[in-house]
């Protein structure tokens, strides 16, 4: 019964580069949360899809962060030309429902790196 | 006025203390609460929801206030094993995201 799933663990990109983070749900969740945490702060919100759709992308940079969740395979955080203050911890969440009394699920987390 | 605030820490107690962590939110109509923990440099994990009447989990207890818009976490006999950041979380109306405190961090002293 695996748990939620991220890769990479670790990602190191030079500055212009770009960012594909990948996260697999729990089994039977068909809802993807992504939250980004800077070095000694708290999590922060990003977006939440469903397949196929943007429910909430509030948290999102408005240039060059995109995310998607497609039918078939993983969610994709893409973050295009990145910048030294992209550097962060992202981790994905998921929960069966989109309920407000839903129980979040967090995968490891993907560590990026821009140098 | 932040959406989610934790008393600041860190909280340094000796193994067998009794501690407690408070958190308010300012949403209202935040209709679920949780307290998550995080190890350092590792994913949040669930500790435990938080119910209008309060819960209780082994040594720990959670209160709900809404009139006052105040959580808290009671951690009794605390373990060396306690020691990491706790997270208060708030969330809102159907699909909304989850509003994570910065978290309160606990180390428990041999």
């Known amino acids: 019964n695996a748990g939620v799933m991220q890769n990479p663990r670790h990602l190191v990109r030079r500055r212009g580069q770009e960012a594909r983070l990948r996260c697999s749900p729990m089994?039977?969740?068909?809802?993807v949360y992504w939250y980004r945490q800077l070095p000694e702060e708290g999590l922060k919100f990003m977006v939440y899809?469903?397949?196929?759709?943007?429910?909430?992308e509030s948290g999102m940079p408005k240039e060059r962060f995109s995310a998607e969740f497609p039918k078939e395979g993983p969610s994709i955080l893409r973050i295009q030309q990145v910048v030294r203050g992209d550097s962060a911890a992202y981790f994905c969440?998921?929960?069966?429902?989109?309920?407000?009394?839903?129980?979040?699920?967090f995968g490891p987390g993907t560590r990026l790196l821009v140098l | 006025r932040k959406e989610v605030e934790q008393d600041p820490g860190p909280f340094n107690v000796p193994e067998g203390a009794t501690v407690a962590f408070n958190c308010t939110y300012s949403?209202?109509?935040?209709?679920?609460f949780f307290w998550y923990r995080q190890d350092c440099r590792k994913e949040p994990k669930l500790l435990m929801s938080?119910?209008?009447s309060g819960n209780e989990d082994g040594r720990f207890t959670a209160q709900l206030n809404r009139a006052s818009q105040y959580i808290s976490l009671l951690i009794r006999d605390s373990k060396l094993s306690d020691s990491a950041t706790y997270l208060c979380?708030?969330?809102?109306?159907?699909?909304?995201?989850?509003?994570f405190g910065p978290g309160t961090r606990l180390s428990v002293l041999p």
């Open positions: 969440a998921s929960s069966p429902g989109g309920g407000a009394r839903e129980t979040q699920y």
């Open positions: 089994k039977g969740h068909s809802h």
């Open positions: 899809l469903q397949k196929e759709n943007i429910i909430d």
């Open positions: 949403n209202s109509a935040s209709q679920s």
């Open positions: 938080v119910y209008s």
């Open positions: 979380v708030v969330n809102g109306n159907y699909g909304q995201n989850f509003v």
